[in-house]
């Protein structure tokens, strides 16, 4: 969720649990791997739940080609040149772990970088919202049919492939057809081969604070510049427009996350009251992509609530970008549900998904198995700078489905050997799960592990799975010798370990210490052409993609992995 800097309107920060450390393992080497052991299903059930069908209908086209690319460029007063840091004050500090990556196109072999550029950045978002900062980027990302769309808090900007910019930016909202001044958080978006369909995501609350929604905008062209058709997902939960009643409603959905099957397309939500401090947990909505796509029909959907995992209210359940067919849509979540730390991950399966499409409801059905140990990162120490970055907390950060397999991430607290400060690093896995009949009969974890870096930290890593089997995670790298920039690891076919990370992007600078927030999430996506693998984070850019009065200097760096193996 999106905070402006300095504050100004919301600025609620939405966290689950107490701020906890845990020292999870002692790693060796610089850069610290560990390869997991199988964990196995503790638990199996059919999830109690309860579940409300309804239809969508249209609610209004926009023609990004017809929007203000630059809604307030002259109204933002012009700051002076700063000092900058040079690369090679970084670059000099680089471990033996680390290595540099070329921003050209390199050699055509497994981890090589294809692509490399500036995305969507504070700069982008302050000129299109009227000199409004905003902050964290919580940038989205999709991939298709030669263009790029990122779209950030609270800007987007559509790309081709090479980066060159086709439009943009544009303030966010106007993606979703909503006032320019209105609020809206945490966009998404994904692209789906299958129907050459583009899907975008945000969260909107109205001005009065009584009613909420999650937009939802299609475009079936294949060509993201042309109109784009707004769906509207009530998120109020207070009884009214056929939705349930839930307690400390009017609420919202916070952090619409975004998957989607060979049938539907899934947002789930973490669901709080926009006035009070009641928290109602994970929503899981499954919309039919067959009438999504079809545009002109009602848009048949299906609301999920009242769900548990591990004991506890379920929260940030991540519905799996599946690539190709599967049994079932697949979701994956953490849980420790105290802020103390945990050792497991709820699975979840949905089957019987085509009876959105005729109105009836599937079945949802989780287990809880044991994985490797995570916890509640602490703030990651940048360079040049006594303020920290705001590592977040330990939720699952993303979810794909490839190959029948589950990839899933999280920031995490890790203790390396030799280094006696606990410092935050990347926790991933890879999960298979199987169903016993239309619920789900169990899970394994086929590989885990942790990707730390000593005497510095990783935050919001992404992680991907080409159909090669090879496999790209994408994190922040901070410390006190880097200020804070973009690495990225990969795996191998017939790779356990993440043995090297190589830096696509020197951060120019330590991030402003006005500033509080970082993330909240990366993201990652594979090439619809399989050539290689997307992936999205944060650092600190250059001074021309920094806001004009110098109050915020986040970035986002977007690049392309080879995959061919």
Request: aromatic letters at 8%; hydrophobic letters at 40%; proline letters at 6%.
């Amino acid at each position: 969720m999106r905070v402006s800097s300095p504050p100004k309107g919301r600025t609620r920060i939405m966290r689950f649990g107490m701020i906890a450390l845990l020292g999870i393992v002692a790693l060796g080497g610089v850069l610290a791997v560990i390869h997991g052991l199988p964990a196995h299903a503790a638990q199996s059930n059919r999830t109690q739940y309860s579940a409300t069908k309804g239809v969508l209908t249209p609610v209004g086209v926009v023609n990004p080609r017809a929007l203000p690319a630059d809604t307030s460029a002259g109204s933002v007063h012009s700051r002076a040149p700063r000092a900058t840091h040079a690369h090679a004050t970084a670059s000099a500090a680089t471990a033996s772990h680390i290595v540099a990556s070329s921003a050209t196109v390199a050699a055509a072999k497994t981890g090589s970088l294809i692509r490399n550029f500036n995305g969507t950045s504070s700069h982008d978002s302050a000129v299109t919202n009227f000199g409004l900062e905003f902050e964290p980027p919580d940038q989205g990302l999709c991939v298709g049919n030669g263009f790029v769309l990122e779209p950030v808090n609270s800007a987007y900007n559509i790309y081709r492939n090479d980066g060159t910019l086709v439009v943009g930016p544009i303030n966010v909202n106007a993606l979703f057809g909503e006032g320019l001044k209105q609020f809206t958080s945490d966009p998404r978006c994904l692209f789906d081969k299958a129907t050459h369909t583009w899907f975008a995501s945000i969260l909107f609350i109205n001005d009065k604070n009584t009613a909420a929604r999650t937009d939802l905008a299609v475009n079936t062209s294949g060509d993201p510049t042309t109109p784009w058709t707004i769906y509207h997902i009530d998120a109020t939960d207070n009884g009214n427009h056929g939705m349930p009643n839930h307690p400390g409603c009017p609420c919202f959905g916070d952090q619409p996350l975004i998957g989607i099957d060979q049938f539907n397309v899934y947002i789930s939500t973490n669901e709080f009251s926009i006035l009070g401090s009641q928290f109602n947990g994970a929503q899981i909505y499954a919309l039919s992509k067959s009438d999504l796509v079809a545009l002109d029909h009602p848009v048949h959907f299906v609301h999920f609530d009242n769900l548990t995992s591990g004991g506890a209210i379920a929260a940030s359940v991540q519905p799996a970008i599946t690539y190709g067919s599967s049994d079932a849509e697949y979701f994956m979540n953490s849980l420790d549900p105290n802020g103390t730390g945990d050792n497991r991950i709820g699975v979840w399966a949905l089957t019987n998904r085509n009876a959105v499409f005729q109105g009836n409801v599937p079945v949802l059905s989780s287990v809880v198995i044991t994985s490797e140990p995570y916890a509640i990162p602490p703030g990651a120490m940048q360079q040049g700078a006594s303020s920290l970055l705001d590592s977040g907390d330990d939720r699952m950060q993303q979810v794909e489905n490839i190959n029948g397999d589950l990839w899933g991430e999280l920031t995490t607290a890790v203790t390396i050997s030799g280094d006696s400060t606990t410092r935050a690093g990347a926790a991933w896995f890879k999960v298979h799960a199987h169903l016993n009949g239309q619920v789900i009969g169990g899970a394994s974890i086929r590989d885990q592990g942790y990707v730390a870096v000593a005497g510095n930290y990783l935050i919001y890593p992404a992680i991907q799975e080409a159909s090669t089997g090879a496999v790209a995670m994408i994190m922040t790298l901070s410390g006190p010798t880097f200020f804070p920039s973009v690495v990225y690891g990969v795996l191998t076919p017939g790779q356990t370990q993440f043995t090297s990370l190589r830096i696509a992007a020197f951060g120019s600078g330590s991030y402003s210490p006005n500033s509080t927030r970082w993330g909240d999430y990366s993201f990652a996506v594979l090439d619809p052409n399989n050539q290689g693998i997307w992936l999205a984070t944060e650092y600190v850019p250059p001074l021309s993609s920094q806001t004009p009065d110098g109050l915020q200097n986040w970035g986002t760096r977007v690049i392309e992995v080879n995959a061919k193996v």
